[in-house]
């Protein structure tokens, strides 16, 4: 998998992090830098963290489900994506986001936030990728975003949530056909 697909993903992946980020800062006032660095940490690493587990159990079943990776990767990528979009439209199964900042409320919303990323863990087992490289950079990627988040909705509020939900469904979808379309040989 090349830097860029594995940058696009990470981006696609930080989308609920960010949106759950923008709400974040809506509900906090005169935030300090730690505050930024809390809740870019604690997203981050819930990320990062679970495309580890999955690509541990994706190295269990590799050898049963490698006829058929390819599609694997695709609907799972596929399901994750629509379900992104899908949530995006619901409005009354949203979590509350408020202002506390402690252990247990950032790690329920770091792992509300990266369920999707346990499966993303198991398309990389499928695809041989580099699983420290790719956390790695989910980490980072999820951090930064979230930091942008709360920034964001610290001035501007909640309106951008949907169309990051929206927009990470959509890359998620796009990868997963780029995948299945490389494997049948119809793109290279």
Same mark, same amino acid.
């Given at each position: ?177 780029? @995948? ?5 040989? @119809?793109?290279?």
């Amino acid at each position: 998998m090349l830097f860029i697909e594995l940058f696009i993903i990470a981006l696609g992946l930080g989308m609920d992090s960010f949106s759950v980020s923008i709400c974040k800062g809506l509900t906090l006032k005169n935030i300090e830098v730690k505050t930024y660095i809390k809740i870019g940490l604690a997203f981050g690493i819930f990320q990062g963290l679970m495309p580890v587990i999955g690509f541990l159990l994706g190295q269990t079943f590799k050898d049963i489900i490698s006829n058929v990776d390819h599609w694997l990767a695709f609907i799972l990528l596929g399901i994750i994506g629509i379900n992104m979009i899908r949530e995006a439209f619901e409005k009354g199964e949203k979590e509350e986001v408020d202002d506390k900042l402690d252990f247990k409320n950032l790690s329920i919303l770091g792992i509300a936030t990266s369920i999707d990323a346990l499966i993303i863990g198991i398309t990389f087992a499928i695809m041989n990728v580099n699983i420290i490289i790719a956390s790695l950079v989910i980490i980072v990627v999820t951090f930064i975003m979230s930091i942008i988040g709360v920034r964001i909705g610290n001035i501007c509020g909640c309106k951008f949530e949907k169309k990051a939900e929206i927009l990470g469904g959509i890359i998620l979808i796009l990868i997963g056909l780029k @995948i299945l379309l490389e494997h049948l040989n @119809i793109i290279s």
